[in-house]
Antibody
Framework: QVQLVQSGGGVVQPGRSLRLSCVGS????????LEWVRQAPGKGLEWVSV???????TYYTDSVRGRFTVSRDNRNILYLQMNSLRPEDTAVYYC???????????????WGQGALVTVSS | QSALTQPASVSASPGQSITISCTGT???????VSWYQQHPGKAPKLMIY???SRPLGISSRFSGSKSGNAASLTISGLQAEDEADYYC?????????FGTGTKVTVL
């Protein structure tokens, strides 16, 4: 059974940093692309970033490029390092497993439970 | 990239059918269209991929289609458990976009 368990959310001041983690189980993690999607309170879904199955390619939405960094390691963990956070980054952040051997954006087949990030002074 | 456009809400009685539209530009709505269902406080769930395909375990009451720059999700035989938010999505080589979301209410 595929499971993605997230951690790392919390309250942070504007301009500070935070790192989200997403631990996968029940799947051969290294064979799949992984992405981050966020949802501001009461708003719709917004795609944030994706990392290829082999970690060699990463893509970002315009509003976070240069501030956020997605990475993965061979311990079945996906990360999202968020720097220079802004109030508009406040959202529930979801990780998701995408396609087999995906090199870019794809479908979100399995999702984590979400982690709330609040950027406020 | 702008969000795809969906109606804010759709409602119908149990047993009826509804269709949710998703419109964008010709470069937005291609072959890689999907639909997600999201219940309050829960993570999204993939319901349709590749415009018309259903993942294993998804009811055949859910079906997808596409015509020109618009995709659609149809739910037939509406049930109380179908009450949720629905989002379309489309991805390209380096980016992905979601629709504005539609709240489905079962009367």
């Amino acid at each position: 059974q595929v499971q993605l368990v997230q951690s790392g959310g919390g309250v942070v001041q504007p301009g500070r940093s935070l790192r989200l983690s997403c631990v996968g189980s029940g799947l051969t993690f290294k064979d799949y692309g992984l992405e981050w999607v966020r949802q501001a309170p009461g708003k719709g879904l917004e795609w944030v970033s994706v990392i290829s199955y082999d970690g060699r390619k990463t893509y970002y939405t315009d509003s976070v490029r240069g501030r956020f960094t997605v990475s993965r390691d061979n311990r079945n963990i996906l990360y999202l390092q968020m720097n220079s956070l802004r109030p508009e980054d406040t959202a529930v952040y979801y990780c998701a497993r995408t396609d087999y051997f995906a090199s870019g954006p794809s479908y979100g087949w399995f999702w984590g439970q979400g982690a709330l990030v609040t950027v406020s002074s | 990239q702008s969000a795809l456009t969906q109606p804010a809400s759709v409602s119908a009685s149990p047993g009826q059918s509804i269709t949710i539209s998703c419109t964008g530009t010709s470069s937005d709505i291609g072959a890689y269209v999907s639909w997600y269902q999201q219940h309050p406080g829960k993570a999204p769930k993939l319901m349709i991929y590749d415009v018309t395909s259903r993942p294993l375990g998804i009811s055949s009451r859910f079906s997808g289609s596409k015509s020109g720059n618009a995709a659609s999700l149809t739910i037939s035989g509406l049930q109380a458990e179908d009450e949720a938010d629905y989002y379309c999505s489309s991805y390209m080589t380096t980016t992905k976009v979601f629709g504005t979301g539609t709240k489905v209410t079962v009367l």
